[in-house]
């Protein structure tokens, strides 16, 4: 498979090896060689993390950068790491600390959107579910009514949790474009992401569009996540 002509593929790669504990003068180091600007929003991270989260240290040196990364706003990135080593902790900790734009989060399963769902629960941020399992009702008053109105869609949701399949659909695609005209839409990830790279075009196609689309959206952040992206990749 060619990436060279999608413009959205990786920037960075953490590699696990190199960072699976946490080694806080390593993250210092990092941390101190960033802006002012980026050292807040580091700072930032942390508090959210341990006031809405509960969370008092990072699980390991890639989670604390990741985190730090990540809020570097103009950088994609693609996170390669393990199951359970904190790459969704990464994404959702930025998002709390800026509420007043939107994420869209792509997702291959129910089950994973589902545990999404939990998460965002616990910690009270609003998020629409967009799949052909979603009440449909929802959906309609969601791109009816509520895209209307910024102040009140800023005010229900922070995060789109969507399948490959919906994220395509005309409408879906052309509602995303107004959010991003609109200065709404800040970052879309591509959870599991290895399902474009390992399968190519043998498997779910709808992947390898997505990352064409994605070019629709080049002012954005794009973070593209998983566990099993390949070294020779």
């Known amino acids: 498979m060619d990436f060279n002509n999608i413009n959205i593929y990786k920037k960075y790669i953490f590699d696990w090896t190199k960072t699976n504990t946490y080694v806080e003068d390593a993250v210092d180091q990092y941390v101190n060689d960033l802006s002012d600007l980026n050292k807040k929003n580091f700072n930032n991270i942390k508090k959210v993390l341990e006031m809405c989260c509960n969370y008092k240290e990072f699980k390991n040196s890639l989670q604390a950068i990741g985190c730090c990364i990540i809020g570097r706003e103009n950088k994609n990135i693609t996170v390669n790491s393990p199951t359970g ?17 939107i994420t869209c989060i792509i997702l291959p399963t129910i089950t994973l959107i589902q545990q999404y769902e939990n998460i965002l629960s616990s910690i009270n941020v609003g998020f629409i579910t967009i799949t052909s399992y979603s009440d449909k009702k929802n959906i309609k008053n969601f791109l009816k009514n509520d895209l209307n109105n910024d102040k009140n869609l800023l005010e229900k949701y922070n995060v789109i949790l969507i399948t490959p399949e919906s994220f395509l659909k005309e409408k879906i695609i052309n509602m995303l474009n107004n959010l991003y005209k609109n200065k709404i839409l800040h970052r879309i990830v ?27 959206f080049s002012d954005i952040q794009v973070i593209m996540m998983s566990a099993t992206i390949h070294n020779d990749i």
Do not use: H, P
């Open 190 to 216: 591509l959870d599991e992401v290895y399902q474009v790279i390992d399968y190519d075009l043998r498997f779910r196609k709808d992947y390898l569009n997505i990352l064409y689309k994605l070019n629709l």
């Open 85 to 101: 080593c904190g790459k969704t902790l990464m994404v959702l900790s930025n998002i709390i600390c800026k509420l007043n734009y």
